[in-house]
Structures are given as structure tokens and as C-alpha cells.
């Protein structure tokens, strides 16, 4: 070592116990422990800051800090438990006389009374249910009763088992096929290679759709710690694919217009982004996300785009064709990668009956599971379900074929018509949230306390949706009668 460096370490280590010469020892061996606490401390502050964002840390950190006020955490933990009792539980005074094993003898035919009975104990749901129920008057007539006779028809089958069930199979490749066509297969811009399956609702569409992207996106990428954007207006069964598929999730604020904010989720992309995602409409509001734009970000960073088309994607293809203004949303957007659309919704389907779409092939083929090296035997499922209900499929199938292109048009004007008239409303102290595009509106009030309104309508027999940041309550319109009820003061 050259004679000046190691003067100078020497100068350097004598200056440096001089220095340290005048502290205690035990400060000496603290202080850097000390100083990497503190290290550690602002390195997590700053990850939740970057996960969070700085308004919802505060947040978190205000309501910590107001648990700490005596009495406060007790009442917030005692709420929480009565709400997970319910859910678990049901209500423990109506299970109290709940079978809890098979009967000795069994009731035969009889069975049946009993269920009649059970049924008499459920609410009126017609004409004051927002959503749950889509299809209108009694299962004893009409579409109702038809669909009821093709489901029972085929309540034995099973696609699982192509080779026997050949009538289900041909059933659901025509619903595919026809959804297909309605959310523009048919037009020159989506390729002319969508394809899909049926599912039993819209959750498993959408949790289909995210585990085929992530892997999709592995595949072309290499990605393996893969994450997804969504608006906060989007459907909670995102937050449900992100913990069984491991994905990170980014919840983005929405716009001015309850729409999502593009600009917003192109800040959150990066690397490992695997999926966007928009609504037409959203749950919450009923407002139609910019899937254009949405489209051209995906394209811009070759990254997949989801949109949720469960409650949509039987009413806006034909409310375009009835002349409404209704923006692009379907395959015939670039950028579209998968579509979930829900035939037991405005489809007017069996309840369990949803379809999930593709692109191409080569985005669905990341949807299957193939196990070859099973004793059993090769095993290939094309859904989250292994066995599925051939009757639902039948149902579905049974639906469209039975309202044809004429009858779900007429079906979108009556309830696209009523809807309008709702948004115009007529009671001074609500009003409505954003601009509703389709069916569902949202209303909200500056003057009453909304979810008070919501409780009192409960009690007169009506079931609507309570909704947050902004409070406001949720009208899925379905047929004319709740427009009339709701207006006239009935409730």
C-alpha cells in the first residue's frame, strides 16, 4: 500500500475514535440499531405510501389513532362480530328448527309440499328487488315457466361428458356463439377468432378471465409477479382473483364522472402489469367506462384489457341498435382481450349462467387445465368447475332461442325507457349519481340521510343495494312496476 493512502487511514481512524472517544459505549452499540429501526420504519411508510396512496394512508393512520380512544376499538370489534355472526349463522333463531340429519323415513312425493310451504316464507320479490331477480312474474307461465320445463327437461346431464351429452354441448357452443356474435364477432375489427365457455355467474367469468391473462401474459412476458389495475367502481370478484391467483391489485380512483380514469391507471403500469379492466356499466353507478381509451392503453404497453359486460352485455347491443347513445365496448375495440357477460341477468337465463370470451384461441387456451399423468386417466377441464348443471345450460339456451333479436329488443326499450324516466326524477331532495348509461341508476341526497331512506324502504318490503363513497342507494331496474311504486310515493 502507497505510504501517503495509508498515512491517511491512519489519520481517518485516529479522527474517528477521537470523535467517538466522547460518547458511552452503549450509545455506540444503540445508535445503529437505532438508526436501522428507523430505516426500516420509513422504508414501510413509503411502500404503503406507493401502494396506497398518501389519502388512504392518512386515513388508515387516523382511524388507528381513534381506535386508541377508550371505548372506540370495543364498539368498532363488537359491530364487526355481530356482522360475522350473521353471516355465519343466518340468524340463530331461524335455524332452530333446521333438519341437522337425514330423516328416518323419507318423505317421498311429499317432499314436495314441504318445499311449497318453505317457499311461501320468502319476501315478495317482484317489482321491488333491484337486480336478483331478472326475469318477471310468476314461474308458473310464460318465459319463466319455459325456462323451468328446459331446465328440468335435462336436470340429469352433464358436459363433462361430451360423448353422452351431445345435446349440451351443442347448447352451450350456440350460446357461446351467439354472445359472441352480439359483443361483435361478427365485425371485421375483432379478428373473427372469439371464443369462450360458459360459467356459472359472473365472479367465475371474471376470475376465468384473470387467471388466462396472468398466464397469457406469463407466457409472452415472462412475467411472474404479475399485477392488475382496476377502478374502484370495478366489481369486487377482481379483489377475489387477486387472492386466489396471487396477483397484486391496484384500485384506482375514478374520475368526476364515475368513470375510470385512464390517465390514473397508465400511472400504475409497469412491468409486471398483466391486466386493466373496465365496466360497461359498473355495478355501482351504471355508468359505461371510456373502453376506447382503455383499449388504446392496453395496446400502447401490450398488456390485456378485461371488460365486465355481466350487466350489459344483453341490453347495450341492442340499445345501440334502438338508438341510444351508447359508446363502444365490445370486440370491435382494439385492445379487447376477454368480455364477461352474464345470461341470467338482462339474458333472462336461468340463474348460474354467464359466458367468458376471448380474443383469440391462443389468450383461451391459458384458461384450461390438462392433467396427463393422473391414474384416472387424461383429465382436461375447460372451467373452474369440473362437473357442471346441463339444465342451466339448456335453460340458456332455452332463453335466447325462445326471445330471438325481437324479443330482447323489446325487452332493452321497456326497461332502458323506464330508466330514463327514473333519472329524471321527481323527488327534489334525491339525486342522481353521475350519468347513467343503462339501467342502473344511483341516487343520492344532500338533505336526507340516504341509508335511513334505504332502511325505511326495507321495512315497506323493497330490497335495494346500500352503496358508499358517495353514499347513495342502487336501482337495478328490470321491469316497469318499480318505476311506477317507487315514484307514486308508495314507498
Given at each position: 500500500m502507497d505510504s501517503s493512502v495509508k498515512s491517511f487511514l491512519l489519520g481517518v481512524r485516529a479522527s474517528a475514535n477521537s470523535f467517538l472517544s466522547g460518547y458511552e459505549p452503549l450509545v455506540l452499540v444503540f445508535t445503529p440499531l437505532v438508526g436501522l429501526f428507523v430505516a426500516s420504519t420509513l422504508q414501510s411508510v413509503i411502500g404503503v405510501l406507493q401502494e396506497k396512496g398518501l389519502k388512504a394512508t392518512l386515513l388508515g393512520f387516523f382511524m388507528s389513532f381513534i381506535k386508541l380512544v377508550p371505548g372506540v376499538k370495543n364498539?368498532?370489534?363488537?359491530?364487526?362480530?355481530?356482522?360475522?355472526?350473521?353471516?355465519?349463522?343466518?340468524?340463530?333463531?331461524?335455524?332452530?328448527?333446521?333438519?341437522?340429519?337425514?330423516?328416518?323415513?323419507?318423505?317421498?312425493?311429499?317432499?314436495?309440499?314441504?318445499?311449497k310451504d318453505e317457499k311461501r316464507k320468502d319476501v315478495a320479490w317482484q317489482g321491488k328487488c333491484s337486480g336478483t331477480v331478472y326475469i318477471g312474474g310468476s314461474e308458473f307461465e310464460g318465459h319463466f315457466s319455459l325456462i323451468n320445463e328446459a331446465c328440468s327437461m335435462f336436470a340429469h346431464t352433464n358436459?363433462?361428458?361430451?360423448?353422452?351429452?351431445?345435446?349440451?354441448?351443442?347448447?352451450?357452443?350456440e350460446v357461446v356463439s351467439m354472445t359472441a356474435a352480439m359483443l361483435g364477432s361478427k365485425k371485421k375489427s375483432s379478428g373473427g377468432q372469439i371464443c369462450g365457455n360458459m360459467t356459472s355467474g359472473g365472479t367465475e367469468s371474471i376470475l376465468l378471465a384473470v387467471k388466462t391473462s396472468r398466464d397469457y401474459m406469463k407466457s409472452r412476458k415472462g412475467i411472474k409477479k404479475p399485477e392488475m389495475i382496476i377502478p374502484e367502481s370495478a366489481h369486487s370478484a377482481y379483489d377475489k382473483a387477486a387472492q386466489y391467483f396471487n396477483i397484486k391489485l391496484w384500485r384506482v380512483p375514478v374520475d368526476k364522472e364515475f368513470q375510470a380514469d385512464v390517465k390514473a391507471i397508465r400511472r400504475f403500469i409497469n412491468r409486471n402489469t398483466v391486466l386493466i379492466v373496465g365496466s360497461a356499466p359498473g355495478f355501482p353507478h351504471g355508468i359505461i367506462d371510456p373502453i376506447e381509451e382503455l383499449g388504446q392503453l392496453a395496446?400502447?404497453?401490450d398488456i390485456c384489457l378485461h371488460v365486465d359486460l355481466c350487466l350489459g352485455g344483453f341490453v347495450l347491443p341492442f340499445a345501440q341498435k334502438l338508438g341510444y347513445p351508447i359508446p363502444p365496448f365490445d370486440f370491435s375495440v382494439k385492445g379487447v382481450t376477454s368480455i364477461s357477460a352474464d345470461v341470467h341477468k338482462y339474458g333472462l337465463a336461468p340463474k348460474g349462467t354467464s359466458i367468458v370470451l376471448y380474443r383469440d384461441h391462443d389468450i383461451r387456451k391459458h384458461q384450461f387445465v390438462a392433467v396427463t399423468e393422473w391414474s384416472g386417466g387424461l383429465y382436461v377441464s375447460p372451467t373452474m368447475a369440473g362437473s357442471r348443471p346441463g339444465s342451466l345450460i339448456a335453460g340458456a339456451w332455452a332463453a335466447m332461442m325462445s326471445l330471438g333479436e325481437e324479443g330482447y329488443l323489446e325487452n332493452t326499450r321497456s326497461v332502458m325507457e323506464v330508466s330514463k324516466r327514473l333519472q329524471k326524477g321527481g323527488i327534489p331532495e334525491l339525486f342522481v349519481i353521475g350519468r347513467p348509461d343503462m339501467t342502473v341508476v344511483a341516487l343520492g341526497s344532500n338533505v336526507v340521510d340516504i341509508f335511513e331512506v334505504n332502511d325505511i324502504m326495507s321495512s315497506k318490503g323493497w330490497h335495494l343495494n346500500a352503496l358508499q363513497r358517495p353514499n347513495s342507494i342502487h336501482i337495478c331496474k328490470k321491469n316497469p312496476?318499480?318505476?311506477?311504486?317507487?315514484?307514486?310515493?308508495?314507498?
Open positions: 364498539y368498532i370489534d363488537a359491530e364487526k362480530q355481530k356482522v360475522v355472526e350473521k353471516l355465519q349463522s343466518g340468524g340463530k333463531s331461524k335455524k332452530e328448527n333446521w333438519r341437522t340429519e337425514l330423516p328416518g323415513t323419507g318423505l317421498g312425493a311429499g317432499v314436495l309440499d314441504q318445499m358436459p363433462l361428458h361430451m360423448d353422452v351429452f351431445q345435446s349440451v354441448i351443442r347448447f352451450e357452443s395496446s400502447s404497453f312496476e318499480l318505476l311506477v311504486n317507487f315514484m307514486d310515493g308508495t314507498c
